[in-house]
């Protein structure tokens, strides 16, 4: 059977993921992990030097997605097949281009976790994000800004003159683009995946990669890699992302058992964690890196790659009932859990690598079925174990067929591709048409231009940055250094400060960001965006009270200015959730009550707003009626992953047990 490559419907019960939240994500990202001393002790030299390289800032130019809701129904998402007689791998471009389903064919087996249903959560670096299959993460450490947006998508000829499924985009926290090569050869089962990322630039980057595999959990299940030893964050957290921000050091420890049980069975585990294994038992250096999940009967999935991918990972979510809880979250509760087997750039998560200018980085994945003799692999032997199933995938795919795979694969990397078979954004268009930057086999087209990029485009080409458009909110920033320097040539208008001093405010200029806000401020209509930025920086410069009354006084030009539609309501409701809440912070509950007054009647019944109401009574000494709000139910569509806002507000409010609903508490007791 020659390998194919066809369109697809697919159709699950899915949750809208909502509008973007209009405002700029001027804070550093809720998981940023700020290294010291500590940190490094005992680390390899490059680990230690690589954990302190390139930490994100902000989100910046990224948008935060935070309007999903938990209200399921029937969806269809557009879907590409890739396939031939061994396997076939079901890919949605326009959710991150993730791999939903991986199905052996002569057996019917699935090899992932393929989610029943989609339903974002906040575990993306910007928000939205679910759970199974396989995900790309580039960026920075964590879920990818890309896990819910469309990827370019096209069929490429493949090295062996059959057909390969290529996905591409432009990484807007780094400014990199890079692709993704899906390639199936006619006789393979296993599947191929080249990605190669590009610095086109005249600067160093720091680049981040880690492919997640999500997989059935039960059990019997055993993940097995080449590794006598794990690095386990201190205080780990969930969802197969990386360790909490504020975590300071990393254990080293033996695997299999650490604590009296043998960590490698993920249910074993009562807390989530994350184990990132040292790839070089005995301390033999060139062994070949690869991890796998294998069933009671010996059967799973195995994932292996060239030596330029050189990290792997177990994530669990744990037995106990805070892991369990967010496993139901994140689908149809009685799905079954699952475990995450991953593969990146370095040994740990918390690291970036330094991509000079000009160059590139490129690798080869595959991902395919393994069986090995069940006796061995589940054995009290460790070091037989993973002998056994180091064997039994040398026998499925020689380590030599990858470098060989490797290198064909390279050859046909520049290759155009043909019919384009899904459009991702228009930023890597922008970019290319502006910095006039030659991507052979990425084709970035001046035709994927949209509407958010077009005040960008005439900013470049007459140097004027146009005029507000009083119909919506302000579009996104971009705060890139060639694009702060165009704007801090154009006509010093309102809307030009204001995009001025968000990118000043991304390269660390606050004293200049404030001052272009402040000079926008003077003549700007409306004045709720300039507003809301300078309540931001006040509250995260340390000047919190000023920074309050400044939301108040972003919130009430908002509610004037409000003139109905979705992008008025993402707009009122994100700065309404800021304000109440740096208002309640500060002692202000008569200030915030304000602020409730004047919100959509709609919003009120948000559940974020509902929290935010607790929150507001409780201030005002209404503990009863407090209480009522958790007692009359609510959901928190984006609880953020380790929050344990719930159970503080509850605490509260009442000394009475958390209920069940709201327990998402997943560390071990302090």
Not at 152 to 173: F, I, Q, Y
Not at 457 to 471: K, M, Q, T
Not at 609 to 623: S, T
Not at 635 to 648: C, F, M, N, S, V
């Amino acid at each position: 059977m020659a390998t194919t490559v066809r369109r697809a419907v697919l159709t699950l019960p899915a949750a809208p993921l909502g509008p973007e939240n209009p405002l700029p994500a001027l804070g550093a990202p809720a998981d940023a992990h700020v290294p010291d001393e500590r940190t490094r002790v005992g680390l390899p030299r490059d680990t230690a030097r690589q954990i302190g390289y390139g930490p994100l800032r902000s989100l910046l130019p990224v948008r935060i997605l935070d309007g999903y809701g938990r209200r399921r129904q029937e969806r269809e998402f557009e879907a590409l097949v890739l396939e031939n007689a061994h396997l076939r791998a079901t890919v949605l471009p326009g959710l991150g281009g993730r791999v939903h389903s991986l199905v052996h064919l002569p057996t019917g087996r699935e090899l992932l976790y393929r989610n029943p249903v989609f339903q974002p959560a906040n575990f993306a670096l910007n928000g939205a994000w679910f759970s199974g299959g396989i995900e790309w993460n580039i960026g920075a450490t964590g879920h990818t800004t890309l896990s819910c947006a469309p990827l370019h998508a096209a069929a490429v000829p493949a090295p062996d003159g059959g057909v390969m499924l290529r996905l591409w985009e432009w990484e807007r926290l780094r400014d990199l683009p890079f692709q993704v090569d899906l390639w199936l050869p006619e006789d393979s089962e296993f599947l191929f995946v080249g990605v190669r990322i590009r610095n086109p630039h005249e600067r160093p980057a720091p680049v981040y990669w880690w492919s997640n595999t999500a997989v059935p959990e039960d059990h019997g299940t055993r993940i097995l890699a080449p590794a006598d030893e794990a690095w386990l964050p201190h205080r780990p957290k969930g969802g197969g992302g990386a360790p909490t921000g504020g975590e300071r050091t990393l254990r080293r420890i033996p695997v299999p058992e650490w604590q009296g049980a043998d960590r490698t069975y993920p249910q074993r585990s009562e807390y989530a964690a994350d184990f990132f294994y040292e790839l070089h038992p005995g301390g033999a250096p060139g062994t070949r890196p690869w991890i796998a999940a294998l069933d009671a009967a010996g059967s799973g999935l195995a994932q292996t790659s060239t030596d330029a991918l050189r990290g792997r990972k177990l994530f669990v979510w744990g037995a106990g009932a805070g892991g369990r809880r967010w496993q139901d979250w994140l689908t149809e509760p009685g799905s079954g859990g699952y475990a995450e087997i991953q593969a990146g750039l370095t040994r740990t998560q918390l690291e970036h690598v330094r991509l000079e200018a000009g160059a590139e980085l490129s690798w080869l994945e595959a991902y395919g079925p393994l069986t090995a003799d069940p006796a061995a692999v589940h054995g009290p032997d460790w070091a037989a174990a993973r002998a056994e199933a180091g064997r039994a995938l040398d026998e499925a795919l020689p380590r030599d067929r990858v470098r060989t795979a490797y290198a064909a694969w390279r050859g046909a990397a520049d290759t155009e591709p043909g019919e384009r078979l899904a459009r991702g954004s228009g930023w890597g268009a922008l970019e290319v048409l502006c910095g006039g930057h030659e991507l052979p086999g990425t084709p970035f087209a001046e035709s994927d231009l949209g509407e958010e990029q077009q005040p960008w485009l005439e900013l470049w080409r007459s140097g004027v940055f146009p005029g507000p458009d009083r119909a919506a909110p302000p579009g996104p920033s971009l705060v890139a250094p060639h694009w702060r320097d165009m704007l801090e040539t154009a006509p010093a208008d309102p809307l030009a400060e204001y995009h001025l001093g968000v990118a000043q405010w991304h390269a660390g200029d606050v004293a200049q960001a404030v001052r272009s806000w402040e000079r926008g401020l003077s003549r700007a209509a409306p004045r709720w965006p300039l507003l809301r930025c300078l309540a931001a920086a006040d509250t995260l410069s340390g000047d919190p009270v000023r920074g309050a009354l400044r939301y108040a006084e972003a919130f009430a030009d908002l509610a004037q200015e409000d003139r109905g539609g979705t992008a008025w309501g993402a707009a009122q409701s994100a700065l309404g959730r800021e304000a109440m809440t740096a208002l309640l912070e500060t002692g202000r509950p008569a200030e915030a009550r304000a602020v409730w007054d004047r919100l959509r009647p709609a919003l009120s019944e948000q559940p974020r707003f509902r929290l935010l109401a607790a929150l507001l009574l409780a201030a005002e000494g209404h503990m009863a009626a407090a209480r009522r709000v958790f007692e009359d139910g609510f959901e928190l569509p984006d609880l953020r992953e380790g929050d344990e806002i719930l159970a503080e507000v509850w605490f509260r409010i009442t000394d009475r047990p958390l209920p069940q609903a709201y327990d998402f508490r997943m560390r071990p007791p302090a």
